[in-house]
């Protein structure tokens, strides 16, 4: 009997494992690149190094606009007519850096909890730019129920 019972406790035990836990195994998230560049405003548009989830009209025709008041930075936009309905806008700006070259590179993924925004900021090999310069990465994402985590 007792050999019985440490088969099935064992059993249970072994189907309670999984194998398949989504949160080990992220998955790539399908991403559209809008803009990846520059601000070269010394900081003059107001924008501080952060992370923003834009999920409504509103809230991106500001961005534009404030990303616009020194330089018209938004004519190079892949676009600017993003459908909310469908998408969400991922928008990463860096600290303003004494040097040219530096740029944000944006790996997101996703598990069964969260979508996670891996974010690499590239820095220039040898010398650099001497030009104030505060890198930023827009992309889009459609829409999902899951809270969106920045590392």
């Not at 790996?107 to 690499?120: A, F, G, K, R």
Request: proline share 3%.
């Amino acid at each position: 009997m007792k050999k019985n019972m440490l088969i099935i406790l064992l059993s249970i035990f072994i189907l309670s494992c999984s194998s398949d836990d989504d949160n080990s195994n992220p998955t790539n998230i399908k991403s559209t690149l809008i803009a990846k560049d520059n601000l070269y405003g010394n900081g003059a548009e107001g924008i501080a190094k952060q992370n923003l989830i834009i999920s409504n009209q509103t809230a991106w025709d500001n961005l534009i606009t404030q990303m616009n008041s020194v330089n018209n930075v938004s004519d190079s936009f892949t676009e600017t007519n993003i459908n909310f309905s469908e998408y969400t806008v991922i928008a990463t700006f860096d600290e303003i850096r004494g040097n040219g070259g530096h740029s944000l590179e944006l790996n997101i993924t996703s598990n069964s909890e969260n979508i996670i925004v891996n974010i690499i900021d590239s820095v220039p090999d040898g010398n650099a730019t001497t030009v104030i310069a505060q890198p930023f990465n827009i992309t889009k994402i459609q829409n999902s129920d899951l809270p969106i985590l920045f590392e």
